[in-house]
């Protein structure tokens, strides 16, 4: 698996005793580097992103905006939690450009890996076309997307957010965009206040978004349920070319920025699932972008979980249907829908989006 970093996403600096700092990184890479199985990673260094390519989801004014601040040096905000410092500029736009360069690595032809993980700082997914928030400067899963339209010729993409706070500058920018299916799991209601399940996007993109609000406690029952129940079937419908997955790590039980309770395990199974779905629907094509996720050493064993998931996929050619997939995922006697605690909610989806069974 091609596996994007740079040292100098560690320069980004949003102020004293913030969540969203170096360490995160730190604890990643140091992980990554004692982990059995490091031999099947290939390092990849990012490139910077211009700014023509970050038009492509954001505007002029507000890209001069954050180079501008970020080149005046100190410490600047875009607004009460967003930091900006003279590294800041350059570091998301590493970021951006790492997120293309996981995507030109596995479109080549014959690729080693079909699929990458990106780690960098800042995250991306409540950045929005022209402002930043939530930590985030740059809304970098976005961008891949829609470099990976443009310059792939791709023209369905589904982007699967398990991070524990809505995505809701992604959902903006693909709100009335049926080329683009945004799936999020998230905490609701909880920071930033959006992802209800009735949000299902506008015009061309009316029910091409998906949110699973869960509520405080969720648990790892209601996602594996939520994934085999109606994702799996909903993106088969859909038949997208690639998936991205933005990947926030704050749904862990230990993480203080959520209530929600998955173990690091948990990322594993939700990856097989994925993994599953992209073997047969885009060539196993996947890229993951790191998002949240704020208690260190939970954060880094969840990466690691989350890229064996990916690599963990021998069995998956003798799944046959959603039936096999839950099999493979739970334990026997396990009953996923005995123990979800967002039944109703479920149900809701499953009705508004035309999923049986």
Same mark, same amino acid.
């Given at each position: ?9 560690? @320069? ?5 005793? +913030? ?38 989801? +954001? ?7 954050? !180079? ?17 410092? @003279? ?24 690729? !080693? ?11 991306? +997914? ?7 928030? $939530? ?12 470099? &990976? ?5 791709? =023209? @369905? ?11 809701? $500058? ?18 609701? /209601? +909880? ?41 799996? /079937?909903?993106?088969? !419908? ?22 929600? $309770?998955?173990? &690091? ?19 196993? !094509? ?8 704020? =208690? ?23 799944? @046959? ?18 123990? &979800? ?17």
């Amino acid at each position: 698996m091609y596996f994007v970093y740079d040292d100098f996403f560690l @320069k980004h600096e949003n102020g004293p005793s +913030h969540p969203e700092n170096p360490d995160r990184l730190v604890y990643i890479m140091d992980a990554l580097g004692k982990w059995q199985y490091s031999d099947s990673i290939d390092m990849v260094s990012p490139e910077e992103a211009n700014e023509k390519q970050l038009a492509m989801v +954001h505007t002029e004014e507000y890209i001069n905006a954050v !180079r501008k601040l970020s080149s005046g040096g100190g410490l600047s905000f875009l607004d009460m939690d967003t930091g900006v410092n @003279k590294y800041t500029y350059k570091s998301a736009i590493l970021g951006a450009g790492g997120c293309f360069k996981g995507l030109d690595l596995i479109f080549r032809p014959n690729p !080693r890996f079909n699929k990458f993980f990106l780690a960098a700082r800042p995250p991306g +997914h409540h950045a929005f076309p022209s402002r930043g928030s $939530g930590f985030c400067i740059f809304n970098t899963i976005s961008l891949g997307a829609k470099y &990976a339209q443009k310059k792939y010729g791709i =023209e @369905k993409i589904a982007i699967i957010d398990f991070d524990a706070h809505h995505g809701n $500058g992604t959902q903006d920018v693909f709100y009335d965009d049926g080329s683009v299916f945004y799936i999020s799991f998230h905490q609701y /209601p +909880h920071y930033p206040g959006s992802g209800n399940f009735n949000e299902m996007g506008d015009g061309s993109g009316k029910g091409y978004n998906l949110n699973f609000p869960f509520i405080p406690g969720t648990k790892e029952p209601d996602y594996i349920a939520a994934i085999i129940d109606i994702v799996v /079937p909903v993106v088969e !419908r859909f038949a997208p070319e690639l998936i991205l997955v933005s990947a926030g790590y704050d749904s862990h039980f230990s993480d203080h920025m959520s209530s929600l $309770g998955l173990n &690091a395990v948990s990322y594993r199974k939700i990856m097989i699932a994925i993994s599953s779905l992209a073997q047969y629907l885009c060539k196993g !094509r996947i890229g993951i972008i790191l998002e949240g996720g704020y =208690e260190y050493l939970s954060t880094s064993e969840s990466v690691l979980e989350t890229l064996y998931g990916c690599m963990d996929i021998s069995g998956l050619g003798d799944i @046959k249907d959603r039936q096999g997939l839950e099999d493979y995922l739970t334990e026997d006697g396990c009953n996923l829908r005995e123990k &979800a605690r967002n039944w109703q909610i479920l149900k809701k989806i499953k009705d508004l989006f035309g999923v049986e069974g």
